[in-house]
């Protein structure tokens, strides 16, 4: 195509062409009325269309975006999600390390699965302050409700069973040993 | 960080869901940038401002998803997912032989345009889908050509040969209207 289409197709996208292509379409354009009307036709069109009636997006588009956007998002996820998971194997292991060792570790596997929950719950709510751009700590304080909250009432009822459990033998554990 | 492009700019994207705040940060960014030119453009293709509502939404919230992965996003992802949703709407109707009330009238009744607005309005709603499309992509939201093929499937040279058609399209319809 190098006759008279090729240079109606350049003038399509003149925006799209490189300097030589540019020059060689000037060049043609000059000795050629035909194609100027094309350019001028052209450049009309644009002209009428951009100025055309910019029809605006409801003016509750915005916020039903994000409103959506919103409802669909999880608080946090990721590892924080898997965290409260990990309790459970970790309490099991030092109630295994408790069995061996005796009384003195049976105290440390209490103080673990406290320091198990506090961890967790400070790392989860951390996550959702970020997520949903909260302050880190509330005004209010960070309560044990709101750790409780952030890690799931599951995982604290868990927690707290084994917690019971590890205390229960701990103490049958001290009373055998005396 | 991964970058995501958003038409020319690059904006920093959330790695994980729990930055989801992040992304709604960007949303609201690609929401402010392309709400507008988006709504027109689905305008165009349904003749529905209501439905192009709907079909912006769902965009939208297709790209909270993919910045919520940490996936990249820019203008043309958006105008091709978009039109996919247009085409998908387009096909329910056909099914449910719902036929929307013209362009030009819902047009009128948002803005009130003068009337050689409407007169570009009635005109390019005289053409066909495809000619309406091309120009508003090549015209109004200044797509290249090779943009326009990747979003359409098509080859950068068929669409400026229907982009060519189109002008002229254009301006035969327009000499009757104005």
Redesign the interface.
């Known amino acids: 195509m190098t006759g008279h289409a090729y240079y ?2 350049m003038l ?2 003149a ?2 062409l490189s300097l030589t292509e540019r020059l060689r379409l000037e060049a043609h354009l000059a000795g050629c009325a035909a194609c100027r009307g094309l350019e001028a ?2 450049a ?3 002209a ?11 003016e509750e ?2 916020a ?3 409103a ?3 409802s ?3 608080a ?3 590892i ?1 999600l898997m965290l409260p998971f990990a309790i459970v194997p970790l309490s099991l292991a030092l109630v295994g390390l408790g069995l061996s060792y005796g009384p003195i570790a049976w105290l440390s596997i209490a103080l673990g699965l406290v320091a198990c929950i506090a961890v967790t719950g400070w790392y989860v709510e951390r ?1 959702r302050a ?4 909260l302050p880190l700590v509330p005004e209010s304080g960070l309560g044990l409700a709101d750790l409780a909250r952030a890690v799931g009432w599951d995982t604290v009822g868990i927690a707290i069973g084994i917690g019971l459990i590890a205390l229960i033998v701990l103490t049958m554990s001290m009373l055998g040993g005396h | 960080m991964k970058r995501a492009s958003v038409g020319l700019q690059a904006l920093p994207l959330p790695t ?6 992040e ?2 940060t960007e ?2 960014q690609l ?2 940038h392309y ?2 030119s ?3 453009y689905l ?1 165009v293709l349904l003749r529905d ?1 209501d439905a ?2 709907d079909c ?2 769902d965009t ?2 297709r790209a ?2 993919y910045l ?1 992965r940490g996936k990249s996003v820019n203008s043309q992802w958006l105008y091709t997912v978009a039109r996919n949703r247009a085409i998908d709407e387009l096909r329910r109707r056909k099914r449910e032989q719902a036929d929307p009330a013209p362009i030009e009238r819902q ?1 009128a009744g ?2 009130a ?2 009337a ?3 007169a ?2 009635r005109a ?1 709603s005289r053409l066909t889908r495809e000619d309406q499309e091309v ?2 992509l ?3 939201d200044g797509f ?3 943009q326009i093929a990747d979003m359409l499937g098509i080859r950068a ?1 068929a669409v ?2 229907r ?2 058609r189109a ?2 399209r ?2 035969a319809v ?1 000499g009757v209207e104005a």
């Open positions: 109606e197709a399509v996208c925006d799209e036709l052209y009309e069109n644009r009428r269309l951009r100025a055309m009636a910019q029809v605006r997006p409801p588009l915005r039903a975006v994000l959506a956007a919103e669909s998002r999880p946090f996820g990721g924080a996550r970020r997520a949903q751009e | 994980d869901a729990a930055a989801a705040g992304a709604c949303l609201g929401v402010d709400g507008q988006l709504f027109r305008v401002s192009a509502g912006a939404q939208f919230l909270y998803e919520r047009i948002d803005l345009p003068s050689r607005t409407q570009v309005e390019l120009l508003y090549a015209e109004v290249t050509s090779p040279g400026r040969m982009l060519m002008h002229l254009f301006r327009y």
